[in-house]
């Protein structure tokens, strides 16, 4: 049957003749390295079965760069500018960019609308690729950039096994040298406040924490771990929660500083002292934690590095590297022996290393 009987045919079905993903069709046509011969072949020959004529104007705007970026946060205004972390990414972002004559367009997507408008946009070509940051585990948005033909890199990841690039930081080893560090302090009794489950970033500091418990030889207890959302507020609600389900306990471990700021204030509420009473560990090492009374204990990761590492890695991506591990049409890489959090080798997986920073507030 040929596609033009029912009109002029679409890339939806060309994809689905040759057996490949829209974007596949979409690097094809405009011609990039990054697509296997295989692909390339069921492309053509799907093209002429079908008489599949792309859109002039799309292709010519695909056919030039326009040295813009769009770095894409998932979150309100609000916490956008109360949160370090996302300052730090910026800054990264942005310093790796302008070394590389790169436009860098900022976007916040909070809604379903939002985020189809940004795919609009994206379809008419006005960016070379998309640096995506805060995404949660059911978020659509990194496969359909992909399917679109654009380059992504994103900032963490959403599942173990994410197939799209990524950098991110050694979660687990955050979790476990934060407990270790308690438990040489002398605590037994330690509380987590935990991230959104949704977002892979808390399930892997919970996990750390979890681990770290072990080799510690404490016994695991549901009642000592309370999730809250990387909020000051979310901190504080989650502490309360812990205060009134275990009031013995003597040390919180926060997935981050912003959070630890919101205990540190729950347990000013309920007359516990910082450390003599309850010790207090954060992460991300931002500012919040040098200017808390007193001073939070933090594990670092590398905020500033991780975006230049991201942008670097765009970089490459635009430049035509090769198809994403883990694909359709190549394997993911090997694994690293050993290596955190189980990252792959290669360019387009990258975990760099946390490092605790001890304060007085453990």
Same mark, same amino acid.
């Given at each position: ?31 990039? %390295? ?39 946060? %998932? ?199 910082? %450390? ?48 994403? %591990? ?37």
């Amino acid at each position: 049957m040929n596609g033009r009987q029912n009109g002029r045919p679409t890339l939806e079905q060309v994809a689905a003749r040759a057996g490949v993903g829209r974007g596949t069709v979409s690097r094809v046509i405009n011609g990039s %390295p990054r697509v296997s011969e295989r692909a390339r072949t069921a492309v053509t020959r799907a093209v002429a079965e079908l008489g599949y004529v792309p859109n002039q104007a799309a292709r010519a705007l695909a056919g030039s760069r326009t040295d813009a970026i769009a770095l894409v946060i %998932p979150e309100a205004e609000a916490r956008l500018f109360a949160e370090p972390y996302f300052l730090g990414l910026i800054r990264g972002v942005s310093t790796e960019l302008a070394a590389s004559d790169k436009q860098l367009l900022l976007t916040l997507v909070r809604t379903e609308q939002e985020r189809q408008r940004f795919e609009q946009y994206l379809a008419a070509q006005r960016v070379d690729g998309v640096l995506l940051a805060s995404v949660h585990g059911d978020d659509p948005l990194p496969d359909r950039i992909g399917e679109l033909g654009l380059p992504v890199v994103m900032n963490g990841r959403r599942t173990e096994a994410e197939p799209v690039p990524y950098v991110d930081s050694d979660n687990i080893g955050a979790g476990r040298a934060a407990v270790a560090h308690l438990v040489a302090r002398g605590r037994s009794r330690i509380a987590t406040v935990t991230g959104p489950p949704d977002m892979y970033v808390a399930r892997a500091r919970l996990g750390g924490y979890r681990a770290g418990l072990a080799e510690a030889g404490l016994a695991p207890d549901e009642g000592l771990v309370a999730a809250g959302d990387f909020t000051e507020e979310g901190g504080r609600r989650a502490t309360r929660l812990l205060l009134d389900r275990r009031p013995g306990l003597d040390a919180v471990f926060a997935a981050s500083d912003v959070m630890a700021a919101g205990a540190r204030a729950a347990l000013r509420e309920a007359g516990r002292r910082v %450390p003599g009473d309850v010790a207090l560990v954060g992460v991300d090492d931002s500012p919040v934690a040098r200017l808390m009374d007193p001073p939070l204990t933090s594990v670092r990761q590398p905020i500033e590095e991780m975006g230049r590492t991201m942008a670097r890695m765009l970089i490459a991506e635009i430049a035509g590297g090769p198809e994403t %591990p883990g694909g359709p049409e190549t394997p993911g890489g090997p694994e690293i022996p050993g290596g955190p959090e189980g990252g792959r080798a290669g360019s387009r997986r990258r975990v760099l290393p946390t490092e605790l920073v001890v304060r007085a507030s453990s």
